[in-house]
């Protein structure tokens, strides 16, 4: 599976601002699709996830939930997430991300196989 992330960019805070990533290759093994982000001198931590067939399942990290949407579009082979009142906490790289077959977590990176090259997202205030 390859993974292209799109959308990045430099937002001001309270905005608004959709990431894309398109996926190819043998998506239809995956179970969850998600995304990541990784702030200066932070880990990798999770955004969200969806179950990328057999239903529309979303889940959220507490950080993001009732601001970011995730959402996919099965037969183009796209993931979306959708930001809104961005804060400046939000600035990070964002990264999709695809696993390889069934896992059952969706939370955790080592859970995912793989990952697009990830998409600067700045909020300023």
């Known amino acids: 599976v390859q993974l292209q992330a799109s959308g990045g960019g430099l937002v001001q805070a309270g905005g608004s601002l959709g990431l894309s990533c398109a996926a190819s290759?043998?998506?239809?093994?995956?179970?969850?699709m998600g995304w990541f982000r990784q702030a200066p001198g932070k880990e990798r931590e999770f955004v969200a996830a969806?179950?990328?067939?057999?239903?529309?399942?979303?889940y959220y990290d507490d950080s993001v939930k009732g601001r970011f949407t995730i959402s996919k579009d099965n037969v183009r082979n796209m993931v979306y997430l959708q930001m809104g009142s961005l804060k400046t906490e939000d600035t990070a790289v964002y990264y999709c991300?695809?696993?390889?077959?069934?896992?059952?977590?969706?939370?955790?990176?080592?859970?995912?196989?793989?990952w697009g090259q990830g998409t600067l997202v700045t909020v300023s205030s």
């Open positions: 969806i179950r990328w067939s057999g239903g529309e399942t979303t």
């Open positions: 290759g043998r998506t239809f093994s995956s179970y969850y």
């Open positions: 991300a695809a696993q390889r077959g069934y896992s059952g977590q969706y939370y955790y990176t080592s859970s995912y196989n793989y």
